[in-house]
Each structure stands twice: as C-alpha cells, then as structure tokens.
C-alpha cells in the first residue's frame, strides 16, 4: 500500500483548506529568539521548526527533559511545557540554551528541514529584517514578525515627531479641541538637533525636573533626571555642535522630555502599565488589544528628593531586580485586572473607565501618527508593548512603544501571562485557518480598530460601564477565560464552515 503524502495547508486550494479537519496541515517556523516564544511554537500542534542561520539546533542527549540557563525553571500547567525564568539570556538576545523541541529524535537531535526559506512562519529579530526585508520574497502564505520600518513608532524620537505632526495636522483640519485628545505626551525635544530650542523652553520654567532617555535604547539604559542645565554639561560637551571633523563619530540621539513630577502612587510607590497591541495591518488599520498586561512597580518609595535614584523614578525591571532588597519570588508587578479592580474600589467605576478609555486613545491616535509612513505588507504583523503612566490626576501618559518587549518571565505568573500572550498571538494569525475571519474577540485579544472603531457586542461587558450606549470593543483589565472563549469561536467556526460547505 503506497503511503499517501499530507499536503501542507497553503498549497491547497481555499476550498481545499476550509474542508479539511482542523490541524490537518504542517506549518513550519522559525524562531530567533530562546525564550517563551519558543515555547509557545514548539508546544503548538502541527508545527514544525526549521532550521536557518538564526536557529540552531539543539543537541541533547536521549531522555533529558530540559535545560535551561541560569535562572528558575517549572512546568507549564496547560501545554506541559518546561518554562524557564529569567537567567542569564536576555529577551532580545539568542542563545542554545532552551527547552527540548517537541521534534526532537531518538538520538536528541531536532528533527527540521534545512532550507531557509522553507518556512511559514518566521518571528525574527529587528536586526535580521533589517538586513534581509529588502532582499527577500516572501510567498503568499508566509508571515514574518516586525513592519520594515516599526522604528518610525518604536524610537522614541521618531514616536514624538509622528505624533507632533499629527497633532497639527488635527489642529489645522479639525480645531483646537480635537487636537486636545494628543495631549498625552509630556513636552519632548530631539537632542542634539532641537538643544536650542530646548534651552528656550527650559529657560521659561526653571526648576522643574527633566528626564533625559536614549532614542533607541531599552531596559532603562542610558536614562537620568536633572533640574539644571549645568547637570547635562559633562553630557552634551561636543555633543550637540556641529560636526566640523568628518571622522568624528555622530552623537547618539536622546530625547529630553519634562518629568511627570505627579505620578499616580500606590502604597506610595511609582508603577507604569504594560499593554500588550497586536498589529495585523496598518492600510487598513487593524488592532488587537489584549486584556491581560501588568503594573511594574518601583522597588523604592516614591520622593523628588533623590532624582539621581534609579530604582525610586524608573520602574522598568530591567532596573528594579538590581536593587539591593529586590525580591525575585515578590517581584515588583500587580496584573492589570488587580490595577483595575483597585482604581475601580478607590475612585468608582466611571473613573476606572475613563483611564483606560484614555490608553484606548493613545493606542489608536499613536498608531495612526504612523499609518500613512509604516511600509504595509500583508505578510508582515507586529506585537508593540506600550508603557503608559498615571499621574496624579488619573491622566494616563505615553512613555514609550517597544517593538520587541521583553518574553522572558520573572517567574511563573509572568510566564503564564506572556505564554497566553503569544499564544494568543498566534491564534489571531490563524495559520491553521480555523476561523472565520468575523471575530471581535480571539482568547484574550479583543479587535478595538478595523479601518474604525470597533463596538462591543450586545451582551458582551465583562466590566460594568454606566451611561454608554455604544460600548467600544476594549476589555483591558477585565475578566479574561480565554481557554473557554477559545473552545466556544472554534466550534463556532468549524460548524458555520460545514454549514457554507454543504449549502
């Protein structure tokens, strides 16, 4: 009896496809980066990894269950898969240490194919789509990680440029006040091209607190506060001329922005918000909001005393887990439905709504500073992480939007969080091509902008809103049982497919 060859889903024809049982295709990936993002493709039934200059594969011997680098490591309740938690691997970094592929041979070798573009699926770093996006064709059915130029939102000078020209541009065409909903940025300048301008303004408000950040650094690197102008000497010395010697190397770029000296404390420390963003397509513009995300916490408490104190003004955890009394089993963070469930205690619920309606609008205005420059291709897609702040006021304020953010747990509910995340991810992507396409909600990802706003349906709140009649399809914070939701889309799906399909 011959042995009948298994078609890969994208070579069939689309009828084809929406006919066969759900799982029934081979979809081969690649992945450069070690840590939870691996896990998640290679827990995901009916993947395969390929081998490529950015993976290597992992030589282990017979029977060993996992090995993972300096740090803690456990085991994931819902796929079985070994976690590890945050060692010596970084989140933007490479290495071999990981957890065994669920293709390894008997002899403890990764079974993968060898051509480097036999893949469907590629989550890539930056740095290798830089190099090879203008070189390369992708197929039809092939999705990368990363838009060519993400940078033009994800660096934060450019963030505040796009965002300043879109903010005129509302105030020329449409009046002042619609231009008020781009307030949600503090005051920024380009250093070393706008220092002048930035002198002036300084000049109008003295003693106040500045923050100065590396435009394309992360992780809190390169970052601190200053009252005086003095305080910046050693910094900007040659700096910010011009560059008469053309060997001389260009000065890195920084934004200098004005501190929010009135930060919204709990237990009288800083937080920000971590807010997971899925990008399908910028034209038209198609976001993804997940529900879950976290408030990173100061490790200090909160006073304009110490500025020159890291772990007092900066939250990232980067920073926080070097401080002498940090706490890696405690950690620093609080889920965003706990933030929720508190602001909603102490302040009610219409107050709750309102600050993340806010993070709603600086989602969607941010995205749309940028539309018109991101170069859109179908195959490409992108997971922003944004940071956003409270102040005093429950004002919430864009601090930065990562274009790679962190996928290496803290511990094990961090692990589980971004497991879901990306999972999710993918499940959105729908490679397997086991949805509709019609959905609102997919796990814990909920479709806030389809070439407009996006309403929620009848039925739908899963937190209480008063006085709306048209309810937004946004849900962070709120309740999220993505394993049910997920079970109830899919059934859905597989039967409105036999039913198109026998009519």
């Not at 940078?151 to 065409?173: A, D, G, I």
């Not at 993070?359 to 991101?374: A, G």
């Not at 019609?438 to 006085?467: Q, T």
Request: hydrophobic share 30%.
């Amino acid at each position: 009896m011959s042995k009948v060859n298994r078609v890969p889903g994208y070579m069939q024809s689309k009828n084809a496809r929406n006919r066969g049982p759900i799982g029934d295709r081979e979809i081969r990936y690649k992945c450069s980066m070690q840590n939870t993002i691996l896990d998640v493709l290679r827990a995901r039934p009916g993947w395969q990894e390929v081998a490529g200059p950015n993976v290597t594969p992992v030589q282990q011997p017979p029977g060993q269950k996992g090995v993972t680098s300096a740090g803690t490591t456990g085991k994931d309740k819902t796929s079985g898969t070994t976690y590890t938690t945050s060692g010596s691997s970084s989140g933007n970094r490479t290495s071999n240490q990981s957890t065994l592929p669920s293709n390894q041979t008997s002899t403890g070798t990764i079974s993968t194919k060898t051509s480097d573009g036999d893949w469907d699926f590629y989550w890539c770093d930056r740095e290798w789509l830089h190099a090879n996006y203008d070189t390369m064709f992708l197929q039809e059915h092939q999705k990368i990680l990363h838009f060519r130029n993400h940078y033009e939102l994800t660096r934060k000078n450019l963030m505040v440029k796009n965002l300043k020209r879109l903010r005129k541009q509302t105030e020329r065409e449409l009046g002042k006040k619609e231009a008020e909903s781009f307030d949600f940025f503090p005051t920024t300048y380009e250093l070393p091209s706008e220092y002048h301008i930035f002198v002036e303004e300084f000049k109008k408000s003295p003693g106040i607190i500045w923050i100065m950040k590396p435009a394309a650094k992360s992780q809190g690197r390169g970052i601190f506060l200053f009252r005086k102008l003095k305080d910046i000497t050693d910094w900007k010395k040659g700096e910010y001329q011009p560059l008469t010697d053309p060997n001389r190397e260009v000065p890195e770029t920084y934004v200098v922005q004005r501190y929010i000296e009135n930060p919204y404390l709990i237990g009288g420390r800083k937080f920000d918000i971590r807010v997971y963003v899925l990008v399908v397509s910028y034209n038209p513009l198609k976001v993804w909001l997940y529900r879950s995300g976290f408030a990173r916490f100061s490790n200090s408490r909160f006073s304009l005393d110490s500025i020159e104190d890291a772990y007092v003004h900066l939250t990232n955890v980067a920073v926080q887990k070097t401080a002498p009394d940090y706490d890696p089993d405690k950690g620093c963070k609080w889920a965003t439905q706990q933030l929720r469930q508190y602001l909603t205690a102490k302040h009610g619920s219409d107050a709750a709504q309102e600050v993340f309606q806010g993070i709603d609008n600086i989602i969607i205005k941010s995205l749309q500073s940028v539309q018109k420059i991101i170069i859109n291709d179908k195959h490409c897609f992108e997971m922003y992480g944004y940071d956003v702040l409270l102040d005093g006021n429950l004002k919430p304020w864009l601090i930065e939007i990562n274009a790679s953010p962190s996928l290496t747990a803290s511990g094990k509910d961090d692990y589980d969080l971004k497991y879901g995340v990306l999972n999710d991810v993918l499940n959105v992507l729908d490679l397997e091509n086991r949805l509709t396409g019609k959905e609102k909600r997919v796990g814990g990802f909920d479709l806030i902008w389809d070439d407009g706003a996006v309403l929620a349906d009848d039925g739908s709140m899963e937190c209480s809103v008063n006085g709306m009649s048209a309810t937004p399809n946004s849900f962070l914070g709120c309740h999220s049982e993505r394993k049910k939701q997920l079970r109830e889309i899919y059934t859905a799906a597989q039967a409105l497919k036999k039913t198109v399909a026998t009519s």
